[in-house]
């Protein structure tokens, strides 16, 4: 029996965020994941101011060394039309996550905690607090933290859930040559209109694309084919190469992100942003505010336990996604995203705004009351558009 203080399964950014941290306090923590680092993974990687800031207060280091280009600049388009470019304005950072979860773990090996990679998880007794392996290994731990994606073992066992599909976004995404495709845009692009209650992107790093689109509403080889059809438009052609598929939690969290002394944290417990896709900063976030919840739970008196604490400090993530769920039915839904494209042009502000939330220059209720407040100023318009919409749809 090998015996932690915490055992951290999941090594993506929210399992290197909690193991770093514990680590750094000096708390006897071991990570486990089933796959050998480097590894890939499904991702768009552009890293917004927001993520630089937690990142920052995580880690505390640099991350030029993993990031392949920086932008300062974004581009809107209605299907393939462009809708409004927001320029010299903010910072998007680019990378790719076989890079940057690397990094993250060698961040996390170094502060002291130990890894096992390459094993999975054949079972965990929860009230005996222990864990077997795949090759035999038994490990006990005081406090788990889950961070195994949106496939969780640890969500599924601990709670009984099982992975709702339907709840749950779908992506698909594909590396390409900028030469193969004699493509080379100067700034991350966006595309809404190309697909129901979702957009595709193109992030240029380097010399490649990271090329993607998702959907709540499309899955599976219907997505496929609209991405393939994206491609051909905007290429001339659907490029060689391997296209993967992935899962995505859009907006559906846990309200109960754990039990006793487990802590799930990340894509396991659903935070990720409906609304931008973004992920990696509420990864980073969550998996940081887990580890310190059991920091204060290991010091304290009180008898608030980790997970009480956790929920408290979750606030901070849970409220920006409540309202992000809102505002997606103002933007996604098929009858609002043509008045969502034709207003953007007309309205820097809507899109400075919307640049201003990706880089945590604003808070969620700060934009949403905002944007509320120019549909308010707008609704004659806004009603005309609707109105204008709904007839091109009856007519179809």
């Known amino acids: 029996m090998i015996n932690y203080d915490i055992v951290v399964i999941g090594g993506g950014p929210a399992g290197a965020s909690a193991a770093f941290t514990l680590a750094k306090h000096n708390f006897n923590v071991c990570l486990i994941d089933k796959k050998v680092f480097p590894r890939d993974k499904l991702c768009g990687a552009m890293l917004t101011k927001r993520s630089k800031k937690i990142f920052s207060e995580v880690f505390a280091q640099d991350w030029n060394s993993v990031m392949q280009g920086q932008s300062a600049s974004v581009k809107f388009y209605d299907k393939h039309s462009l809708a409004s470019h927001v320029e010299n304005y903010t910072e998007f950072n680019l990378t790719y996550r076989i890079d940057f979860d690397s990094y993250l773990l060698k961040l996390a090996k170094e502060a002291g905690a130990e890894t096992i990679l390459g094993q999975k998880i054949s079972s965990i007794d929860y009230s005996l607090k222990r864990i077997v392996l795949t090759d035999k290994r038994e490990i006990s731990y005081k406090y788990l933290i889950g961070c195994d994606g949106v496939y969780s073992f640890v969500v599924r066992t601990l709670l009984g859930k099982k992975t709702d599909y339907k709840r749950l976004s779908f992506a698909l995404e594909i590396e390409v040559a900028k030469q193969d495709v004699n493509y080379n845009p100067d700034c991350p692009e966006i595309f809404f209109g190309i697909v129901p209650w979702g957009y595709a992107w193109i ?30 438009d905007r290429f001339g052609s659907v490029p060689e190469g391997q296209i993967s598929g992935h899962h995505i939690p859009a907006g559906d969290y846990l309200k109960e992100p754990g039990k006793g002394d487990v802590l799930l944290c990340g894509d396991a417990v659903g935070f990720v942003d409906p609304l931008t896709g973004e992920g990696l900063a509420y990864a980073m976030q969550s998996g940081y505010l887990a580890a310190r919840a059991i920091i204060m739970d290991s010091f304290s008196t009180e008898t608030l336990s980790a997970l009480d604490i956790y929920k408290r400090k979750l606030g901070v993530i849970t ?12 933007v996604l839904p098929e009858i609002m995203e043509p008045v969502f494209l034709k207003s953007l042009p007309r309205s820097k502000s809507i899109s400075r705004l919307y640049v201003d939330l990706l880089s945590d220059e604003i808070d969620y209720r700060k934009f949403f009351n905002l944007v509320m407040l120019k549909l308010v100023k707008n609704a004659p318009r806004l009603l005309k558009l609707l109105k204008e919409t709904g007839t091109k749809t009856d007519g179809k």
């Open 203 to 232: 992030f240029p790093k380097g010399e490649m694309l990271t090329v993607g689109i998702g959907s709540v509403e499309v899955q599976g080889k219907e997505l496929l084919a609209v991405f393939k059809s994206f491609m051909n």
């Open 319 to 330: 409220r920006n996604i409540r309202l992000s769920n809102y505002l997606k039915l103002l």
